[in-house]
């Protein structure tokens, strides 16, 4: 056995060091105002981005969402025709990443967030007006706006997640400062409030507060979100027993030093888990001619622990709004919804610092931005 102890040794450095490797990437970015949702090749290599394609909706979109198989993207919009003006375009996604509308189906209201169950037979989506979260049948791939359920919770629930196992959901609250928390039947398609049935977010007195996203550790039992009151990071220790999350810790996500007003956005996690991005929204009335300080803000967090610590900020565009981090943990991307430019970064893999590389003009009001594998 001791001779095979090496090559086992290697065997698990190999498993847990590798990157993922993909045919390609595409990086897809919904713009509100000009209907569409623009397509971009992503070259790994150096991070540069190269406009592939355009697919024209119906409505304004807002969120996206890949489905489990990553054969759909799901985009939810507003501005339909008819007397129920917001709902779900599904779109059929080929294996080159290429778009075509299929089906349009309308919903109770605008939602702010939506996400695929983790066997792909419903989308759960978020209605921050409304204060609702909702459940919808998806029929062979098919978002249908058929209804399974309806929970109204409190205004401005703003995201709507489910842990690894797909057997609990996660619903943030801004204004009420909490996190609602359900069991998630999947078959039916059912929300089954957790006991208790939300947890709080950190005290407002903490300039640090209001829940907005919020996304599931890769590997640790651990939860983070941004927290868009002032502006910070929550870690949250979870329990994938009962599916309960608990407060642990909260962390400023604001440049040091700053003075103003800042509502945090998006907060996302490489794909090993070691870093954090929150985007930072400047708020803050300034003179002309002073420039805005909007930042993505950079954690990492202890592999063993899950503990966040804050590295530093770094200057983003106009109130970046959607974030991703690309499918092999190599870049970031940035969208700021009032100058309709993205960055795109490169993160070190030793520090997570970032490093900007270009910028590129979007269309009007970018909403969304995700990076999909491609096959060809």
């Given at each position: 056995?001791?001779r095979?102890l090496p ?6 450095v ?5 990157v ?11 713009s ?23 697919v ?12 489990p198989?990553?054969?759909f ?28 509308v299929?089906?349009?189906?309308p ?15 419903h ?16 029929d062979k791939g ?35 400062n ?10 039916a ?43 910070g ?21 604001l ?29 803050t009335?300034?003179?002309?001619g ?6 993505l803000?950079m954690?990492s ?13 770094f ?5 970046p709004?959607?974030t991703?981090?690309d499918l ?19 993160i ?12 590129y ?10 990076c ?5």
């Amino acid at each position: 056995m001791k001779r095979f102890l090496p090559a086992l040794l290697l065997l698990a450095v190999i498993m847990f060091t590798t990157v993922p490797s993909f045919a390609g990437q595409l990086l897809y970015l919904a713009s509100a105002n000009d209907k569409t949702i623009v397509a971009y090749s992503l070259d790994e290599k150096t991070g540069k981005l190269a406009k592939k394609f355009s697919v024209e909706l119906p409505a304004n979109p807002g969120p996206l969402a890949f489905s489990p198989d990553g054969k759909f993207i799901y985009a939810a919009v507003t501005g339909l025709k008819g007397d129920n003006k917001d709902g779900v375009v599904t779109l059929a996604r080929a294996a080159d990443g290429t778009l075509t509308v299929k089906h349009s189906a309308p919903i109770t209201s605008r939602t702010c967030y939506i996400r695929p169950d983790n066997e792909g037979r419903h989308l759960l989506a978020a209605q921050y007006h409304a204060g609702e979260v909702t459940v919808y049948e998806i029929d062979k791939g098919i978002c249908t706006g058929k209804l399974t359920d309806q929970k109204k919770l409190q205004r401005t629930s703003h995201c709507v997640e489910l842990d690894l196992s797909g057997k609990f959901a996660f619903v943030p609250h801004t204004s009420p400062n909490k996190v609602y928390q359900f069991r998630y039947d999947g078959k039916a398609g059912k929300l089954i409030a957790n006991d208790p049935k939300a947890a709080s977010g950190p005290d407002e007195d903490h300039q640090y507060h209001q829940p907005r996203h919020i996304v599931l550790h890769p590997t640790l039992k651990m939860a983070y979100t941004s927290n868009e009151r002032g502006g910070g990071i929550s870690a949250w220790t979870f329990d994938p027993k009962t599916g309960l999350i608990k407060l642990k810790q909260t962390v400023s996500s604001l440049p040091k030093g700053y003075k103003g007003g800042s509502a945090a956005a998006d907060i996302r996690i490489t794909p090993n888990g070691r870093f954090a991005y929150v985007s930072n929204r400047d708020t803050t009335k300034r003179k002309p001619g002073q420039p805005k300080q909007d930042t993505l803000c950079m954690f990492s967090l202890d592999p063993s622990t899950g503990a966040v610590t804050r590295i530093g900020t770094f200057p983003a565009p106009a109130f970046p709004r959607p974030t991703c981090i690309d499918l092999t943990g190599k870049y970031v991307f940035a969208a700021g919804q009032l100058s309709s430019t993205m960055f795109a970064y490169r993160i070190n893999q030793k520090t997570g610092a970032l490093e900007k590389l270009a910028e590129y003009k979007t269309g009007g009001g970018p909403i969304w931005v995700m990076c999909g594998a491609v096959k060809d």
